[in-house]
């Protein structure tokens, strides 16, 4: 859905749900599995050249566990704020930006793609290591069994390897470089 510039006058109102194309197809574009109703409230208001969102999402997502791989069910229930500016994006003139300019968006065209926006957003507020329960006991990295459905003979002392830590930490890494874009 694209949203024109010109036909924000004033303040606009949108409810969305599973019955509407362009916002299921947002979730299939990321890959992602939704169970249940889906909804999105979005009030869009217009001053001079920002455009402020005041979103919320909700939606039952199933993900995949990051120790196990099996299916995590996760209850999406988030707000979100972002603001887009019509016009040149200073920062590449100025690469030293505060934190909060990097919250804003800038955009050329007339319009903005309602799709692009919500992608976003969600990937920004997905969480980094989704678990199936918060006791999940993980893959046995020697053997590969699945240590929720029965225990291994392996040695324990190797599940908590250091390298767990520098795993996460690539982790956080990336999603930073994806927040910059
Ligand atoms: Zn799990
Ligand atoms: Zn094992």
Known sequence: MKLKLHELQKPVTLSLSESDGWFCAVFEGLKLKTEGPLSLHLVLTKEKEDIFFEGHLQAKLILNCSRCAEDAPYVFNEF?????THGQDPSIKDAELSKDELDITYFKEDELD???VIREQ???MLPLQPLCSSACQGI???CGQ????????CKKDDVYSPFQVLKDF?????????RRK
């Open 80 to 84: 979100f704020y972002p603001v887009f």
């Open 170 to 178: 690539r982790v956080i890494k990336d999603t930073k470089k994806k």
């Open 114 to 116: 309602m799709g692009d």
């Open 146 to 153: 699945n240590l929720n459905i029965k225990s291994c003979a």
């Open 140 to 142: 046995c990295p020697q």
């Open 122 to 124: 969600i990937e920004l």
